[in-house]
């Protein structure tokens, strides 16, 4: 499903702010694949995400997206098939909007301008049947100004404007990192209910080692620009957080001191 050929990404080259970010990244993931991606400050791993969304042209390597070469495809042409969440949770919608206008804009996104089609009723029962699901009241208030939601009832409905219309790769980096942690789980319920029901190969940035163990079905850790852990099957079922932090510090060879990784 998503196919990553030795990426390389070089910020700056030739200056002395020169920045290797990606050395050789190579990963496949197969479709439904929900996989959970760690590493320290500045491993690599939102600028592996950029490479992916096509923020930039890698330097080197090749990017295939259910079997299309996306390596040389701008970013808009592949927000088609991306949904991609950040840790703000006031990006990602459009403030004065309400719930149901932002929820229309996916629906719009590929037409020229935004509401080039009017909200029908069957959309709305739509909205309010998914908006019922998170368990937060909005459907009751699809009306208000998205501005004026919480930071976490705000990036629940920014999970569902990107998972609308069931992309086929969503990336989330540290979606959740913003939150309080009880909402922080259940921001994280939902984007399993809504990962596992559509299927949506996933990759999700968490620097919450138990986050990382118990979703998805796959665990990989950046270091240094390259991925240099791949755990999944049997090696992963059996994974703790503290094997896991074991297993980091061989390759590392060093303790998260500096890292801001949780260890609980
Ligand atoms: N646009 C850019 N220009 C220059 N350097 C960049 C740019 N984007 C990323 N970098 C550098 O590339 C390296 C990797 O950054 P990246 O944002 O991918 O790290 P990360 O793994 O997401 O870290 P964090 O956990 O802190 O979010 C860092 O050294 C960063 O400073
Ligand atoms: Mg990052």
Known sequence: MLELTNLHKTFAAGTPNEKKALKGLSLSLDAGDFVTVIGSNGAGKSTMFNAIAGTFITDEGKIVIDGEDMTFKPDTYRAKCIGRIFQDPMKGSAPSLSIEQNLAIPYSSTKKGIFHRAISKKDREYFREVLSKLDMGLEDRMN????????????????????????????????????????????????????????????????????????????????????????KGDERKNLTVDSLLKMYREVKGKNFDNDRMLLS
Do not use: C, F, W, Y
């Open 144 to 231: 208000v100004p998205i501005g004026t939601l919480s930071g976490g009832q705000r990036q629940a409905v920014t999970l569902l404007m990107a998972t609308i219309l069931t992309p086929k790769i969503l990336l989330l980096d540290e979606h959740t990192a913003a939150l309080d942690p009880l909402t922080a789980e259940k921001v994280l319920a939902i984007t399993k209910e809504i990962v596992e029901t559509k299927k949506i190969t996933t990759l999700m940035i968490t620097h919450n080692i138990a986050s990382a163990i118990e979703l998805g079905n796959r665990t990989i850790l950046l270091d240094d620009g390259k991925i240099v852990l791949d755990l």
